[in-house]
Protein backbone atom coordinates (compact mmCIF):
# COMPACT_ATOMS: atom_id res chain seq x y z
CA UNK A 1 0.00 0.00 0.00
CA UNK A 2 1.45 2.83 -1.42
CA UNK A 3 0.82 6.37 1.26
CA UNK A 4 0.49 9.94 -1.21
CA UNK A 5 3.49 11.97 -0.19
CA UNK A 6 2.26 14.89 -0.53
CA UNK A 7 0.90 15.24 2.83
CA UNK A 8 4.32 15.00 4.07
CA UNK A 9 6.11 17.46 1.54
CA UNK A 10 3.36 19.79 2.69
CA UNK A 11 3.90 19.34 6.52
CA UNK A 12 7.91 19.59 6.18
CA UNK A 13 7.72 22.60 3.99
CA UNK A 14 5.45 24.28 6.57
CA UNK A 15 7.53 23.58 9.35
CA UNK A 16 10.45 24.69 8.06
CA UNK A 17 8.34 27.80 7.04
CA UNK A 18 7.56 28.50 10.88
CA UNK A 19 11.78 27.60 11.99
CA UNK A 20 12.03 30.25 9.35
CA UNK A 21 9.90 32.94 11.15
CA UNK A 22 11.38 31.57 14.29
CA UNK A 23 14.82 32.63 12.71
CA UNK A 24 13.37 36.26 11.71
CA UNK A 25 11.72 36.66 15.49
CA UNK A 26 15.60 35.76 16.55
CA UNK A 27 16.95 38.11 14.41
CA UNK A 28 15.02 40.96 15.69
CA UNK A 29 15.62 39.92 19.07
CA UNK A 30 19.44 40.19 17.96
CA UNK A 31 18.50 43.69 16.79
CA UNK A 32 17.06 44.60 19.59
CA UNK A 33 19.49 43.38 22.14
CA UNK A 34 22.50 45.24 19.67
CA UNK A 35 20.07 48.69 19.33
CA UNK A 36 19.53 48.55 23.53
CA UNK A 37 23.42 48.02 24.17
CA UNK A 38 24.36 51.24 21.87
CA UNK A 39 21.39 53.53 23.33
CA UNK A 40 22.86 52.75 26.85
CA UNK A 41 26.51 53.28 25.78
CA UNK A 42 25.80 55.89 23.97
CA UNK A 43 24.38 57.61 26.98
CA UNK A 44 26.75 56.65 29.14
CA UNK A 45 29.12 58.38 26.85
CA UNK A 46 26.82 61.73 26.44
CA UNK A 47 25.58 61.86 30.05
CA UNK A 48 29.24 61.72 31.76
CA UNK A 49 30.66 65.15 31.26
CA UNK A 50 27.32 66.38 33.50
CA UNK A 51 28.02 64.05 36.57
CA UNK A 52 25.03 61.75 35.36
CA UNK A 53 26.34 57.74 35.83
CA UNK A 54 23.89 54.74 35.71
CA UNK A 55 25.73 52.08 37.31
CA UNK A 56 23.05 49.60 35.89
CA UNK A 57 23.55 50.25 32.33
CA UNK A 58 27.07 48.43 31.71
CA UNK A 59 25.87 45.10 33.62
CA UNK A 60 23.02 45.03 31.40
CA UNK A 61 24.74 46.13 28.10
CA UNK A 62 26.62 42.90 29.42
CA UNK A 63 23.59 40.82 29.70
CA UNK A 64 22.38 42.17 26.07
CA UNK A 65 25.95 41.17 24.12
CA UNK A 66 25.30 37.29 25.76
CA UNK A 67 21.87 37.16 24.65
CA UNK A 68 23.02 38.54 21.56
CA UNK A 69 25.23 35.95 20.71
CA UNK A 70 23.15 33.31 21.80
CA UNK A 71 20.07 34.61 20.02
CA UNK A 72 22.07 35.29 16.98
CA UNK A 73 23.43 31.10 16.66
CA UNK A 74 19.98 30.13 15.04
CA UNK A 75 19.76 32.79 12.66
CA UNK A 76 23.24 32.49 11.55
CA UNK A 77 22.30 28.55 10.93
CA UNK A 78 18.77 28.80 9.53
CA UNK A 79 19.68 31.88 7.15
CA UNK A 80 22.82 29.58 5.66
CA UNK A 81 25.11 32.25 7.33
CA UNK A 82 27.52 29.96 8.97
CA UNK A 83 30.40 28.91 7.99
CA UNK A 84 30.12 26.24 4.97
CA UNK A 85 32.39 24.75 2.60
CA UNK A 86 30.68 23.71 0.05
CA UNK A 87 33.11 24.48 -2.31
CA UNK A 88 35.05 21.38 -1.28
CA UNK A 89 31.78 19.35 -1.49
CA UNK A 90 30.92 20.51 -5.02
CA UNK A 91 34.65 19.14 -5.96
CA UNK A 92 32.94 15.48 -5.48
CA UNK A 93 29.66 16.21 -7.19
CA UNK A 94 26.21 15.59 -6.00
CA UNK A 95 27.47 12.56 -4.32
CA UNK A 96 29.85 14.87 -2.02
CA UNK A 97 26.86 17.50 -1.44
CA UNK A 98 24.89 14.53 0.30
CA UNK A 99 27.98 12.84 1.92
CA UNK A 100 28.40 16.66 3.69
CA UNK A 101 24.41 17.23 4.09
CA UNK A 102 23.84 13.93 6.19
CA UNK A 103 27.14 14.13 7.98
CA UNK A 104 27.26 17.95 9.04
CA UNK A 105 23.44 17.31 10.39
CA UNK A 106 24.53 14.10 12.18
CA UNK A 107 27.41 16.18 13.92
CA UNK A 108 25.71 19.15 15.07
CA UNK A 109 22.91 17.39 15.81
CA UNK A 110 25.63 14.97 18.18
CA UNK A 111 27.43 18.45 19.07
CA UNK A 112 23.87 19.43 20.52
CA UNK A 113 23.24 16.35 22.11
CA UNK A 114 26.00 17.12 24.57
CA UNK A 115 25.30 20.53 24.92
CA UNK A 116 21.82 19.83 25.69
CA UNK A 117 22.77 16.94 28.23
CA UNK A 118 24.96 19.31 30.06
CA UNK A 119 22.86 22.82 29.86
CA UNK A 120 21.12 21.68 33.34
CA UNK A 121 24.56 21.33 35.05
CA UNK A 122 25.52 24.67 33.50
CA UNK A 123 22.49 26.02 34.53
CA UNK A 124 23.02 24.96 38.22
CA UNK A 125 26.51 26.41 38.36
CA UNK A 126 24.83 29.77 37.36
CA UNK A 127 24.31 31.01 40.96
CA UNK A 128 23.67 34.16 41.86
CA UNK A 129 22.74 37.21 40.56
CA UNK A 130 24.42 39.45 38.48
CA UNK A 131 26.02 42.21 40.13
CA UNK A 132 24.50 45.96 39.09
CA UNK A 133 21.66 44.22 36.38
CA UNK A 134 19.07 46.02 38.88
CA UNK A 135 15.44 45.14 37.81
CA UNK A 136 12.82 47.55 37.98
CA UNK A 137 10.20 45.83 40.33
CA UNK A 138 13.81 45.63 43.07
CA UNK A 139 16.45 43.27 43.26
CA UNK A 140 19.02 42.10 40.57
CA UNK A 141 18.34 39.63 37.64
CA UNK A 142 19.53 35.94 38.21
CA UNK A 143 22.26 34.21 36.42
CA UNK A 144 19.81 31.98 35.00
CA UNK A 145 18.85 34.44 32.54
CA UNK A 146 21.94 34.40 30.43
CA UNK A 147 21.24 30.94 29.48
CA UNK A 148 17.88 30.88 28.25
CA UNK A 149 18.76 32.25 24.64
CA UNK A 150 21.22 29.57 24.34
CA UNK A 151 18.55 26.97 25.42
CA UNK A 152 15.99 28.13 22.76
CA UNK A 153 18.40 28.55 20.07
CA UNK A 154 19.51 25.15 20.90
CA UNK A 155 16.06 23.57 20.90
CA UNK A 156 15.77 25.59 17.34
CA UNK A 157 18.98 24.37 15.96
CA UNK A 158 18.21 20.76 16.71
CA UNK A 159 14.32 21.27 15.04
CA UNK A 160 15.69 22.64 11.96
CA UNK A 161 18.47 19.81 11.23
CA UNK A 162 15.84 17.67 12.06
CA UNK A 163 13.46 19.21 9.28
CA UNK A 164 16.49 19.26 6.93
CA UNK A 165 16.87 15.29 7.29
CA UNK A 166 13.11 14.93 6.67
CA UNK A 167 13.40 17.18 3.66
CA UNK A 168 16.56 14.66 2.22
CA UNK A 169 14.73 11.30 3.24
CA UNK A 170 11.76 12.26 0.84
CA UNK A 171 14.50 14.11 -1.60
CA UNK A 172 14.02 17.94 -0.97
CA UNK A 173 16.84 20.31 -1.92
CA UNK A 174 18.67 21.48 0.84
CA UNK A 175 18.00 25.62 1.50
CA UNK A 176 21.47 26.77 -0.08
CA UNK A 177 23.60 29.91 0.31
CA UNK A 178 22.73 30.92 -2.63
CA UNK A 179 19.15 31.45 -2.20
CA UNK A 180 17.21 34.53 -0.08
CA UNK A 181 16.55 33.72 3.14
CA UNK A 182 12.92 32.33 3.42
CA UNK A 183 13.11 30.54 0.19
CA UNK A 184 12.06 26.84 0.23
CA UNK A 185 12.79 24.43 -2.18
CA UNK A 186 10.23 23.25 -4.40
CA UNK A 187 7.40 21.40 -2.47
Known amino acids: MTQNPRPILKVIAQADAVLLGIGRGFSW ?30 PWVMVLFVWLSFFG ?9 D ?4 FIARLFGDQGMFVTRIVGQVVCLFVL ?5 ELPA ?3 RQSGTIDGATLPWDGEAHRRILSLPLLLSCICIAAALLVDIAKT ?17 DA
Do not use: H, K
Open 29 to 58: MCSFCLLAMLVMTAATIVLRPFGLSFYWMF
Open 113 to 117: YWLLL
Open 169 to 185: VVGLPERGADQLPGEVG
Open 83 to 86: IRID
Open 122 to 124: IVA
Open 73 to 81: FYPAMIFNR
